[in-house]
């Protein structure tokens, strides 16, 4: 037997072990009570300031899924249907980071190398014995966006194929020359997806479909670059500034691609996460590849890796990413050192509904593992106390007591007071320094943003609290 047979039969059984683990509903635990309630009103009011429909919802925590849920209309009629989890939403360009996936698994059985070079498979493409299958995933190869709009012009509504995009977009100069710099471009993505098909021998969501979804139970995945999704799921919308929203057009066949041409439910996202954290379908080579900071050739960093976007947020170790088509917007956040993962998705374009509603999930679902629960709740305690010109001196060290000066605790009630009573006050990042523990807190009252930047000793002393605008 192969190396590269035994691992896929490894990779196979870790799956099956994954899946036997979730069960049919597989949701294994639930979120307390108090926390699933403060997300329902959480993404209810962003819904209803953002104007979107409805989202669909699904948190992993612990490595398996602990939350599921849909709000508002998948349709806002009349008559308005309601938004179920068993609903697809188009994904967008979330849908990238499978066509990576594809492409490292074939790199895995030896048929590619992703330093291989694009002329391999299209030498009439611009710069093609240049450009390397690397710098598509990377968003470095210079090839210009065929679709950076957010909405769809005209001739988009008509039918066209991957062909005709590269030879559209992928022919002309490059923007840069390759590995030069990092630019976001949905032409690269067409490319990798012929890449896959030509090696294969197959279609991109067929060779998916056999080594991805069907051993991850992802049967809700559908292909909406070549149908609009069916009345049983959520129609796509658009607004017009303010206005309410109103159904978007669709776009013509063979627009979206590899690129973005994805639909499913946020619990099949979620399972394609959980197996990301358990490293249950790549070799941990190709994670490693898939999740690695792209670099330029000059070294400057730039973020992304192969279509994922990669970061640290709150001290925590991010892989991401966000969508958009027609109709629809994403956001998919996976923190695999935490075993935590955040689905959010939204019938509505050109709206950030979808990463506002990740961005106060994190919050609360990092802040709910009592990790910096009682760090919040003492910081909003000295925050008031300083609204009122006092402080506990038992919370802090004797650097921070020097701080708090008569003129201090004069100027900090004298500017804090009169902003009231806290909108709200959450922690946004938190990290070491110095053999402390630095913690970011962000706060709104009276129609400001502030920021609170505290360290805390070893032994649970304040040695800073500072207080400053952000906004």
Request: glycine share 8%; aromatic share 8%.
């Amino acid at each position: 037997m192969s190396t590269t047979r035994a691992a896929r039969l490894v990779r196979g059984a870790l799956a099956l072990v994954f899946l036997a683990a979730s069960g049919t509903s597989w949701a294994q635990a639930t979120l307390p009570g108090d926390v699933a309630a403060r997300i329902d009103a959480s993404v209810q009011e962003v819904l209803t300031r953002s104007g979107a429909p409805s989202a669909s919802v699904a948190i992993v925590q612990g490595g398996t899924l602990v939350y599921e849920k849909a709000y508002g209309s998948a349709r806002v009629g009349p008559p308005a249907v309601p938004a179920t989890p068993a609903m697809r939403y188009s994904i967008g360009s979330i849908s990238k980071q499978f066509t990576s996936a594809a492409l490292l698994l074939l790199a895995e059985e030896g048929k590619l190398s992703l330093d291989d070079r694009v002329a391999k498979w299209f030498p009439e493409l611009t710069r093609a014995n240049e450009v390397t299958i690397r710098q598509l995933l990377s968003m470095t190869s210079g090839y210009q966006d065929y679709w950076p709009q957010d909405y769809v012009m005209p001739d988009m509504l008509k039918d066209t194929t991957p062909a005709a995009i590269m030879k559209g977009w992928a022919q002309k100069p490059l923007d840069f020359d390759p590995g030069t710099r990092w630019q976001y471009s949905n032409t690269n993505y067409v490319i990798a997806g012929q890449i896959v098909e030509r090696v294969a021998g197959r279609p991109l969501l067929a060779f998916l479909r056999a080594r991805v979804f069907s051993p991850l139970r992802m049967a809700s995945v559908v292909d909406t670059d070549q149908a609009p999704l069916g009345p049983g799921d959520p129609m796509r919308y658009l607004r017009y500034a303010l206005a309410p929203p109103r159904e978007a057009p669709k776009e013509g066949k063979g627009w979206m691609s590899a690129a973005g041409e994805l639909a499913m439910t946020a619990s099949d996202l979620a399972r394609w996460n959980i197996a990301v954290m358990n490293r249950a379908v790549l070799m941990p080579s190709s994670y490693r590849e898939l999740e690695r900071e792209a670099l330029l050739v000059n070294g400057a960093p730039t973020g992304y890796g192969l279509g994922v976007s990669v970061a640290m947020v709150g001290g925590r170790r991010q892989i991401s990413h966000g969508g958009e088509v027609s109709g629809f917007t994403a956001q998919n956040e996976v923190y695999p050192d935490e075993k935590a993962a955040i689905v959010v998705l939204v019938n509505i374009d050109a709206n950030n509904a979808s990463g506002a509603i990740a961005r106060r999930i994190a919050n609360m679902l990092f802040t709910a593992t009592g990790e910096s629960s009682s760090a919040v709740d003492q910081a909003r305690g000295i925050f008031a106390g300083l609204q009122r010109g006092e402080v506990d001196r038992a919370l802090f060290t004797a650097n921070m007591n020097a701080y708090f000066t008569p003129q201090a605790l004069n100027d900090f009630a004298s500017s804090l007071a009169r902003l009231g009573a806290l909108s709200s006050f959450s922690q946004a990042a938190q990290s070491l320094r110095g053999g402390m523990v630095l913690r970011r807190f962000a706060i709104a009252a009276g129609g400001r943003n502030l920021g609170v930047t505290a360290f805390y000793m070893p032994d649970g002393k304040i040695e800073q609290f500072l207080v400053a605008p952000a906004d």
